[in-house]
């Protein structure tokens, strides 16, 4: 990913990377010096990583924070396609760096992030080196395919307001709360639609008192009222 507006934060004790990732922590001595030689980057939240049509100059191994990888329609409209979290790696950087093409989609963080960046040439130098990283390129590559393949196994097959109920279920459950703040933007570009749509089914959720609506803010009055 291209992190050109971001300023290197300075080295990376291994035990933090290896906390995060703890599959690459393997005793060669060429890996380690490999990593030991990276960058640490501190990006804020709302940082386009890379655009749809940009080559990526390097790799990334996000220790903190989300990043959110999505495509924009022809009008307009934005469809996240997944988020990369702590010990993820993301797919469509593998294909760029792999093939030497453009990056196919466009990536911003969510929220604040640190993470642990690798130059093409280290990243290539990586895949000789390590197996444990080959394995980890492997199996991310595989876990992201699943998610993609049943996001849009969802899209084609689940009505809207199906797949808006279970979108909201997800953030209530991962909050840890009855109250989540997200705007109806946000959720359309989640789901690939326009603003509009989504605030007629929210408002209906809202009508049936399974919802209540504030200004960026949503509370569950019922979850078992959601659809789903």
Request: hydrophobic letters at 40%; one cysteine or more.
């Amino acid at each position: 990913m291209n992190t050109q507006r971001t300023a290197p934060q300075g080295a990376l004790p291994l035990q933090t990377l290896f906390e995060t990732y703890p599959e690459l922590d393997e005793q060669i001595p060429e890996w380690h010096q490999l990593l030991e030689q990276a960058t640490v980057l501190e990006l804020p939240a709302g940082n386009m990583l890379v655009r749809q049509g940009t080559c990526c100059s390097n790799f990334m191994l996000l220790l903190e924070g989300t990043v959110r990888v999505f495509q924009i329609s022809d009008d307009g409209r934005e469809q996240t396609l997944y988020r990369i979290n702590p010990g993820d790696i993301c797919l469509m950087s593998l294909s760029s760096l792999i093939n030497d093409k453009p990056f196919k989609a466009n990536a911003i963080t969510d929220s604040p992030v640190r993470a642990l960046v690798l130059s093409t040439t280290a990243f290539h130098e990586a895949m000789a080196i390590s197996e444990s990283f080959r394995n980890l390129v492997m199996r991310s590559l595989v876990n992201t395919v699943c998610e993609m393949m049943h996001g849009f196994y969802d899209t084609a097959f689940e009505p809207l307001d199906m797949r808006l109920a279970c979108l909201l279920g997800r953030m209530f459950e991962r909050a840890g709360t009855s109250t989540i703040t997200i705007t109806h933007q946000q959720l359309a570009q989640e789901l690939g639609t326009s603003r509009e749509v989504v605030s007629r089914i929210l408002k209906r959720l809202e009508r049936e008192n399974c919802l209540r609506l504030s200004r960026g803010r949503i509370t569950v009055n019922d979850p078992d009222k959601l659809p789903g």
